[in-house]
């Protein structure tokens, strides 16, 4: 596989369980020996220079790396203290992450009372307490509830909107969607897409448009030959009282159909769009669904 991430972005790494995403992690953060080729994280070369790439990068594992009888604090003073921070150093800055994640309240108590929203914030202060350049997180929201989950992203694009590199693998389409700034998708240890969120969905069919007319079968069939013509639509399928579109850019095509059917007295009953997921796209390159693709929560430690 070939890769490259520019200096802050929000680069996903997306693919179904056994996929091999915690895999090549582990080797771009020293933690695995890399057998074949090279990495080059922070513009140093990982086989060469471990010692320099460990000191810029974070790293925080599908399970964390919390010590459950310490409280939160002790554990995030003692990861900034192992990275070589003095203390005022360190204490300021666990006290300042620890506000911006929200588990202040709980600094002082043992982690193993955190539920696992509060332990996952934990794990990613943790992972960022010596200021890294760059951020690896391994399915950071597995496990969360949704708000917990909506939570970390907008910590997450904070820390990019700072100059954070973040890599992060996750094996939700929609958190890659919402949170990553380009993405590769995996299986198999093969990359089979690359590209921003929106180029790749767009890439699929374009964005779906279904419209309903007055007038049944005729209508819609007329509706069909007139859509057809246009530039911007790629596929059209007559259906029982519509049509279905596949068109470029949805957003740009729907008020030129709106004002062609208008102009030729079609009336419409509902127009409906909606755009490809990664789903879509991961369908497409395999030919089997990523909801399908691997276990659901059966995940193993890595
Ligand atoms: N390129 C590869 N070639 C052979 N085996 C691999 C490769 N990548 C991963 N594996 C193996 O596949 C299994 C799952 O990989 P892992 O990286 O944990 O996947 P993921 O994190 O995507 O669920 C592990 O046993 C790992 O050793
Ligand atoms: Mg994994």
Redesign the pocket.
Known sequence: MSISVGRGEIFGFL?P???????TLRMLTTLLPIDEGTAIVAGLDVGRSPREVRARIGYVSQLGGADELATGRENLVLQGRLYGDDRDTVTSRADRLMDALDIAEFAERKVRTYSGGQRRRLDIAMGIVHEPEVLFLDEPTTGLDPQNRANLWVQIESLRDRGTTVFL?THYLEEADALCDRLVIMDH?EIVAEGTPRDLKREVAGDAVVVSVHGGHEAARRAASLLEREPYVREVAVEEEGLRLYVEDGAAALPAMLRLLDAASIELRTINLSEPTLDDVFLRQTGRSLRDAGPRGS?TA?
């Open positions: 693919g369980n056994g996929a091999g995403k915690t895999t693998t240890g995940e890595a």
